[in-house]
Structures are given as C-alpha cells and as structure tokens.
C-alpha cells in the first residue's frame, strides 16, 4: 500500500531482525517480511500502469435509450486503494473477482495529494452514483485497502452512503487510528488516522440505522496498525465480522490468494445475519 516511507513499514521487522533478538524470531515473521519485500518491490514496478483511472468498459444499448453495462446477480464492486497508491495494488485481487462469478468490478482512484478523509468520502460518494447510474445498479459492494477502507467507512456511516453501499470490505483499515510512522503526522491526512483525531472520534459516534454490513479483514504481523487490533472494527451500531489473517504483513493483504477467497466469500453471503470463516491461516 506504502509506495513511500519505506523504512516505517519495515522498522518493526528490522527491529525484530537484531542479532540480540534473532533466538526468538518465529519462521513465519520471517515468511511474512521477505513477502512484504517482494510484494513491495513488484508493486512498484506495476505503480505507473495505475497512475490514471481506469477505462470504462463499452456500455450496451438498453430499452428506453439509456446506455447501460450488462448487470451481475449481485451489486457491482467496488475496490479503493490505501495511502500514497493507486489501482495498481488491486491488479490480482480484481481479477481474481472477476474471474469467479463475473462480477463487474471496478478500481477508483483518488489523488495522492488528498489530504482530508471527509472530502474523499464526498468524491467516492459521486463516483457511487455515477457507477449507479451507468450499471443500472441501487447498491454496490466496496473493498477498500487501508485508507481506502476509512474513506469508504466514512462516507458509509456519516455521508449517508449506507443507501447505496451493501457490504464494505476492509483491509487493513486503522479504524480505531494507528500510532505507526510517526514521523509521518506532517502530512494531513496521517494526522486523520491518528487515534484522537477528530475523524476517529466522530467515526467512534453513534450510527443507528447504518445498512451496510461490515466485514474487516486484520493480519496479526501488520506493521502499519499499532496496535495490531486498530484494523479491527468494534462498533455497537455497525453489523459488523473482523477477520484475522494470520502469518502475511499490510501489503499482502490486497494481493493474496487466501484472503481474496475470503473476500469473494464475504460478497457472496452478503445477506443479513451471514457469517464467514473467524479466521485465514496463511502459510
């Protein structure tokens, strides 16, 4: 997700990776932090190839003269990428949907120089409803990757986006803030995802009614959410399942095989008191 700031990412690794520590360091950290290297190193090599939006598909005539896409059983997908990144990241996971089951998945952008959680939750609100009207669609599923998952919560549970987002999948997402890469705050919308900010504290708030199920996926060896358990969603007014994935780092959640099974599973039980797997071990 971090195509910047490398060495936040990786300082609770190298920490760990000190000769004094070396007897204690489990085969799975070790697993996690040389996948996280290589996932890092392809992604950025993929990074240019997503700089623009993506390209809408052709639209097919429809009765009444309106245009519209061919419509799936289900809602349309939605994917939304993390801080400093771009479509790109969602390259395997979308098609991995789109080859189980066709759903018509479609990968958003937001610029990097967003600094305000709340004024890309009103752009992703648009591009809802522009996806709406193109695909003939009521509602959409949205996965989001870190901040992307915050942007989508936010309009979701605050922006009235409920109405039309019927299952939010998060990945990553600091929902209670993170404390990782304090040198980071300089920038506006790391400040966002603090823990007393004041987007945590109103996301914290009351939210009767909210429609949208929730399904947060969390990994117990992400280095970007301090504490580890900030990724997961607690909420009294949410219907909301956390996930733990257990032995992949931040950045391999958008990317593996497992969780995107997860992910597919979580789309396809979509309806109201649905429960997935508790957990994904990832070898």
Same mark, same amino acid.
Do not use: K, Y
């Given at each position: 997700m971090k195509v910047t700031g490398v060495l936040p990412l990786f300082l609770p690794f190298c920490r760990r990776l000190w000769p004094g520590r070396l007897t204690g360091l489990s085969v799975a950290l070790l697993k996690a932090t040389a996948l996280e290297a290589a996932i890092l190193a392809g992604h950025l090599l993929l990074y240019p190839t997503?700089?623009? @939006?993506?390209?809408?598909?052709?639209?097919? $005539?429809?009765?009444?003269?309106?245009? @519209?896409?061919?419509?799936?059983?289900?809602?349309?997908?939605?994917?939304?990428?993390?801080?400093? =990144?771009?479509?790109?990241?969602?390259?395997?996971?979308? &098609?991995?949907?789109?080859? /189980?089951?066709?759903?018509?998945v479609i990968s958003l952008n937001y610029s990097p120089l967003t600094c305000d959680i709340r004024a890309a939750a009103e752009l992703l609100g648009r591009h809802i409803e522009e996806i709406c009207e193109r695909t003939g669609s009521d509602r959409v599923d949205i996965v989001g990757h870190s901040l992307g998952g915050l942007i989508a919560r936010y309009y979701v549970q605050c922006q009235g986006g409920?109405?039309?987002?019927?299952?939010?999948? #998060?990945?990553?997402?600091? /929902?209670?803030?993170?404390?990782?890469? $304090?040198?980071?705050?300089? /920038?506006? !919308?790391?400040?966002?995802?603090?823990?007393?900010?004041?987007? *945590?504290?109103?996301?914290?708030?009351?939210? $009767?009614? %909210? &429609? #949208?199920?929730? *399904?947060?996926?969390?990994?117990?060896? =992400?280095?970007?959410?301090?504490?580890?358990? #900030?990724? %997961?969603?607690? /909420?009294?007014?949410?219907?909301? @399942?956390?996930?733990?994935?257990?032995? !992949?780092g931040h950045?391999?959640?958008?990317?593996?095989?497992?969780?995107?099974?997860? *992910?597919?599973?979580?789309?396809?039980?979509?309806?109201?008191? =649905?429960r997935i797997a508790g957990g994904l071990t990832v070898a």
């Open positions: 997503g700089l623009t @939006q993506e390209r809408r598909s052709p639209a097919l $005539p429809a009765q009444g003269g309106t245009a @519209q896409l061919p419509v799936r059983s289900g809602p349309p997908v939605v994917l939304l990428h993390g801080f400093i =990144d771009n479509r790109s990241v969602f390259v395997l996971l979308r &098609r991995n949907l789109a080859q /189980h089951g066709g759903q018509r409920d109405l039309r987002v019927r299952t939010l999948v #998060t990945l990553g997402t600091p /929902h209670s803030g993170t404390s990782a890469a $304090p040198l980071a705050n300089a /920038h506006p !919308i790391v400040r966002q995802m603090r823990p007393d900010s004041e987007v *945590i504290e109103e996301l914290a708030g009351s939210a $009767p009614g %909210c &429609r #949208t199920r929730f *399904i947060s996926f969390w990994s117990d060896l =992400d280095a970007v959410m301090v504490p580890l358990e #900030t990724a %997961c969603l607690e /909420h009294a007014d949410l219907d909301v @399942q956390n996930v733990r994935v257990t032995g !992949i950045l391999a959640l958008p990317v593996h095989p497992a969780v995107a099974a997860g *992910i597919r599973e979580a789309l396809d039980t979509a309806r109201p008191g =649905d």
